[in-house]
């Protein structure tokens, strides 16, 4: 399975931008970049996806580098509600993949 | 609003005695997933079922079990529950395993465990 790479924690300032980056050095063709977070005592939720293009849906906005080794998941403006552990994560679009979850980034967000 | 249910939300059982969690949801998705979350770990997933078809992950101890009796509901049953088993337990649903259609994985609130 392809491997991402994140921090362990970040911090960031109430009703500013938030930049969450994620490597992922040996991704394939077939992999999709998927980002999703959990808040506190929450289950995972689903923040946004994509495979080459940039993405921009209502939660935030995802930023895939041309060579697809890397991306960034953008939170437009912070608010407290935004503290929670962000996953990046790859699947294929081929075969049965399951979401597995590696250790994710803790956003910690000062008021 | 549509949903995936745990219940109960808080669980607390004796070490070695037989508990199950359930889990329900509204979507109508093919495929319903348990994965267990262990304190300051990222969630593990244990199985999962594609319609009735059930899929073990290698590593999930036997002492784990799954029913889905239909499309809407599927519960967990530890059969001799250890005090290593104490975790959040969260059910998450998909629509299928490609990407028609795809609006990702929608969890649970979970299931927190405890073994005493």
């Known amino acids: 399975d392809a491997k991402t790479t994140q921090p362990n924690s970040m911090e960031s300032n109430e009703e500013e931008p938030v930049h969450l980056p994620c490597n992922h050095s040996?991704?394939?063709?077939?992999?999709?970049i998927h980002w999703y977070r959990q808040l506190p005592s929450q289950g995972p939720e689903y923040v946004i996806h994509g495979l080459t293009s940039n993405v921009n849906n209502r939660m935030a906005s995802l930023a895939i580098a041309e060579d697809r080794k890397s991306s960034t998941l953008i939170l437009h403006r912070a608010t407290l509600r935004d503290a929670a552990v962000y996953y990046c994560i790859l699947l294929s679009n081929f075969g049965n993949e399951k979401l597995t979850f590696g250790t994710g980034t803790r956003l910690t967000i000062i008021p | 609003d549509a949903m995936v249910i745990q219940n109960p939300r808080y669980q607390v059982t004796q070490f070695g005695k037989p508990v199950t969690l359930s889990c329900s949801q509204t979507?109508?998705?093919?495929?319903m997933y348990w994965y267990q979350q262990k304190s300051s770990q990222a969630p593990k997933l244990l199985f999962h079922y594609y319609d009735k078809d059930f899929n073990n992950e290698a590593d999930t101890p036997d002492n784990f079990q799954s029913r889905r009796p239909n499309t809407s509901f599927c519960f967990l049953d530890i059969r001799s529950p250890g005090l290593g088993d104490t975790a959040m337990y969260l059910c998450?649903?998909?629509?299928?395993?490609?990407?028609?259609?795809?609006?990702?994985?929608?969890f649970g609130s979970g299931t927190r465990l405890t073994v005493v």
């Open positions: 979507l109508n998705h093919n495929v």
């Open positions: 998450a649903t998909s629509r299928d395993h490609g990407y028609i259609d795809y609006y990702g994985y929608t």
């Open positions: 040996t991704i394939s063709g077939t992999d999709y």
